[in-house]
Structures are given as structure tokens and as C-alpha cells.
């Protein structure tokens, strides 16, 4: 089943839901600005977005993956945007380990995210190890499998 993406990712969510996750973001980062927060909150977004229609593994920055753990912890909201999306991604993190990590993983979900039509805010792609944007998320994705499982969209309970 093939999904019309917006032509923004923040065409997802509605203004409330994006200051609700972005809220998350802020909370979990004292004194991130405001604005950073909603720049991580879009990237986090294109990836899932990427990876609902991906042909291969991907896996979010360190930084991105901070506005998915946001998303993850917004539950309703989280699934809603599943049942748009027409799949539903799962978060599987693991420790942070620079021996088990590929430029290479990062590089393809850049290109992924690129070519579904959005733009890449490349100061939030770097690796675990730079930190040019500081973030509270401590976790990292394997680049073998990439982090998530795509379960099809759920069908319809048929009212009784």
C-alpha cells in the first residue's frame, strides 16, 4: 500500500500536537531552544516519514532521535500518525557503541529522507560523537537492521 506524504513533515501533525511533542523535546533538554527543538522534531518526523516507504535500513541521527523518543511518549498521538502513514515503526535502542556504528547507515537515511521530497537539516545528522547539538538521548541503532520493525497497518475493528 503506497502512502501520500505531505510535502513538508510537518504537515503531520497539527500546530497543538507539534508544540506538544516539541514541549517533550524541551522538557527532556533544559535549555534547548525553542526553535532547535522544532528543527529535531521535523528531521525526526521526515525519518519516519522515509521509513515508511524505505527499501532499505534506516536509522535516526543521536539528535533526531531525540524528537522520535518525544513522539514515542505522545502514545495516541504516536499511533494515529502510524495509521496515517500506513505502517507502524518501533523503537528498538540500543547503548551507544562506537564500534557498532556506520556512517554509511547515516548517510543512507539522509539519502532516504531526501528522496521522499524533504529536506535534510544536515547540523542534526552528524554522529554520535559530535556535539555540535547536545541532547538527552543515549541510545544508538544497529545500521545492519536499522532500528525499526514495520508491522502493516492494522485493519479497521468492525463496529458490533
Known amino acids: 500500500m503506497s502512502v501520500a506524504l505531505p510535502q513538508t513533515p510537518r504537515g503531520l501533525l497539527s500546530d497543538a500536537q507539534f508544540n506538544s511533542v516539541r514541549d517533550t523535546v524541551l522538557d527532556n533538554n533544559?535549555?534547548?531552544?525553542?526553535?532547535?527543538?522544532?528543527?529535531?522534531?521535523?528531521?525526526?518526523?521526515?525519518?519516519?516519514?522515509?521509513?515508511?516507504?524505505?527499501?532499505?535500513?534506516?536509522?535516526?541521527?543521536?539528535?533526531?532521535?531525540?524528537?522520535?523518543?518525544?513522539?514515542?511518549?505522545?502514545?495516541?498521538?504516536?499511533?494515529?500518525?502510524?495509521?496515517?502513514?500506513?505502517?507502524?515503526?518501533?523503537?528498538?535502542?540500543?547503548?551507544?557503541?562506537?564500534?557498532n556504528r556506520s556512517e554509511s547507515s547515516l548517510t543512507r537515511t539522509i539519502d532516504a529522507i531526501s528522496a521522499a521530497g524533504y529536506e535534510v537539516d544536515m547540523d542534526l545528522w552528524r554522529g554520535p560523537e559530535d556535539a555540535l547539538v547536545s541532547v538527552?538521548?543515549?541510545?544508538?541503532?544497529?545500521?545492519?537492521?536499522g532500528p525499526i520493525v514495520i508491522i502493516p497497518r492494522p485493519k479497521p475493528k468492525i463496529a458490533e
Request: hydrophobic fraction near 45%; include cysteine.
Open 30 to 99: 533544559p535549555g534547548m531552544e525553542p526553535e532547535l527543538a522544532s528543527r529535531i522534531l521535523v528531521d525526526a518526523l521526515a525519518f519516519l516519514a522515509a521509513a515508511t516507504v524505505r527499501s532499505v535500513p534506516l536509522v535516526p541521527s543521536r539528535v533526531v532521535d531525540e524528537g522520535w523518543h518525544a513522539l514515542i511518549l505522545h502514545t495516541v498521538l504516536y499511533q494515529e500518525l502510524a495509521l496515517r502513514l500506513g505502517q507502524f515503526i518501533h523503537h528498538i535502542p540500543e547503548r551507544p557503541d562506537p564500534a
Open 136 to 145: 538527552a538521548a543515549s541510545c544508538q541503532h544497529s545500521p545492519d537492521d
